[in-house]
């Protein structure tokens, strides 16, 4: 699985800090990075589960 060339990051509203958060890019599939080290490479996670973590997240 790979992510779009340019995908879109988002970084969480709630998170204060430019540097202590994950973000993530919602394509076909669903890639997450660490924010201080964006160059370090993705986990990408099949859309669907993504959608089941993060409703049993909330």
Known sequence: M???NRPTWRKSSYSASQSECVEVALAPVVGVRDTKDREGGE???PAEAWAVFTRRVR
Do not use: E, Q, V, Y
Request: aromatic share 0%; hydrophobic share 50%; net charge neutral.
């Open 43 to 45: 986990l990408t996670i």
């Open 2 to 4: 790979t992510l779009p």
